[in-house]
């Protein structure tokens, strides 16, 4: 099965719109998983065009109706999947107790807007980061396959860093 894995749009409060091409990358995949700070409902209903989205409540979001944490099973594997509210942000320990608490082996979340792929002992770890606005990261989002056991996670950047401490192009020689 593969699985199209997003977070952290903000639309419309902080973006316009979630990037055309995230429609592209996500065009084959059986099921879309958001992992918070979506803010309005049309964004999943856009999602759905697609494939079946499963999302999560972010610090960010408004009650729509989600709630704080999901559980699914694909194949032979359990994904959680939250916003992945820790702290310090983006601790992998926190996670990691977090992934315990839900009995899951891999646990999806966002509220970072960077991505990761991290193995913490027996759970793989997975952060979509942001297609709207990423932290000190280009924008991603990212797909995951899962055949029985087996787990293939990818990060899939969409576009350029919008951070301009990215920007290395002032240091290219000629300038």
Partial sequence: MLIGII???HIPVRS?????????????????????????KSVIEELEEIAPVIAVHGN??????YNT??????????IGITH???????????????????EVDILVSGHTHK????????????????????????????LLEINGKEVDAEVVKIGKPT???LDFSQF????
């Fill in 172 to 175: 290219n020689r000629g300038n």
């Fill in 16 to 40: 316009q719109s979630v990037p055309p091409i995230v429609f592209e990358v996500f065009k084959d995949v059986d099921l879309i998983l958001h992992c918070g700070d979506i803010e309005v």
């Fill in 163 to 165: 951070c301009k401490a």
């Fill in 60 to 65: 960010c979001d408004p009650y729509i109706g």
């Fill in 115 to 142: 991505p990761m792929i991290q193995q913490e002992n027996d759970v793989l770890l997975l952060n979509p980061g942001s297609p709207t606005q990423p932290r000190l990261s280009e924008p991603s989002v990212m």
């Fill in 84 to 102: 992945g509210v820790v702290y310090p942000k983006g601790d992998t320990q926190q996670l990691y107790y977090l992934a315990k608490e839900l």
């Fill in 69 to 78: 944490h999901e559980i699914v099973e694909v194949e032979e594997v359990k």
């Fill in 7 to 9: 977070s952290d749009t």
